[in-house]
């Protein structure tokens, strides 16, 4: 796929199959992210297999299922952490659009579970998108 159908195609999903992100996807993936730290000074982690962050009960509003799998928008605090977690963010979710995944930005809807995310000292964790296989391929 390219950009241009990834862009047209991307909508958020909230619903996710309970299936494993496959090995060459989730490859090509984290290389993307690691390519998006180097240039954008962040610390970016693609968090698999933790189904705590998105446990019944801690939503203020929507709901999701079977969210296993999110990217961890982390880095250093400055005055342009904040838009370069949204501009390297949404290449990343661009990225996993063309790879057959779906996602969805996530803001205070979840449990921040630290102890899974690699935070260096001085990092923030400033919030994450949800990513997998969409249960529902419609728009939402």
Avoid at 69 to 78: F, M, P, Q, R, T
Avoid at 83 to 109: D, H, P
Wanted: aromatic share 10%.
């Amino acid at each position: 796929m390219e950009l241009l159908n990834a862009i047209k195609q991307r909508h958020s999903v909230r619903s996710y199959l309970d299936k494993p992100i496959d090995t060459d996807v989730r490859d090509e993936l984290r290389k993307y992210i690691d390519k998006c730290n180097q240039e954008g000074n962040l610390h970016i982690q693609l968090i698999e297999n933790e189904p705590q962050a998105f446990a019944k009960g801690l939503f203020h509003y929507g709901l999701f299922s079977n969210v296993k799998n999110y990217i961890a928008l982390v880095g250093k605090e400055d005055s342009t952490f904040d838009e370069r977690c949204g501009y390297y963010g949404e290449k990343i979710v661009l990225k996993a659009q063309m790879l057959g995944l779906n996602t969805c930005w996530v803001g205070g809807t979840y449990k921040k579970i630290e102890s899974v995310v690699d935070l260096k000292p001085g990092e923030k964790f400033l919030m994450v998108i949800a990513i997998g296989y969409g249960e529902n391929q419609g728009r939402e």
